[in-house]
């Protein structure tokens, strides 16, 4: 059984950082793309952030030049560091990866969330 478990929401005051952690475990054979995306309360779940297997990224618009995703392979661990926090970006942040399992199998998952709270 493959699971995503994210770590490192919490509250922060504008203006501060924080790093959200993503580990992967169970049969994995691959990791393929990985991403964060982020859900607010009223709203559709949103992209903030994706990164290949290889290394490339891509952000949304919101948050380039403040968010940072980042992946560890060897740790099968994703990352976002999250600088110069705003009000806006208070949601729910879901890890999600396309993991092939050790039969070869290509399925994509999702963590179960973590809250991140910008406020004073």
């Known amino acids: 059984q493959v699971q995503l478990v994210e770590s490192g929401g919490g509250l922060v005051q504008p203006g501060g950082s924080l790093r959200l952690s993503c580990a992967a475990s169970?049969?994995?054979?691959?990791?393929?793309?990985m991403g964060w995306y982020r859900q607010a309360p009223g709203k559709q779940r949103e992209l903030v952030a994706r990164?290949?297997?290889?290394?490339?990224?891509n952000y949304a618009d919101s948050v380039k030049g403040r968010f940072t995703i980042s992946r560890d392979n060897v740790k099968k661990a994703l990352y976002l560091q999250m600088n110069s926090l705003k009000p806006e970006d208070t949601a729910v942040y879901y890890c999600?990866?396309?993991?092939?399992?050790?039969?070869?199998?290509?399925?994509?998952?999702w963590g179960q969330g973590t809250q991140v709270t910008v406020s004073s």
């Open positions: 999600t990866a396309d993991i092939a399992s050790t039969r070869g199998i290509i399925t994509n998952y």
């Open positions: 169970g049969s994995i054979s691959n990791i393929y793309d």
């Open positions: 990164i290949t297997i290889g290394g490339n990224t």
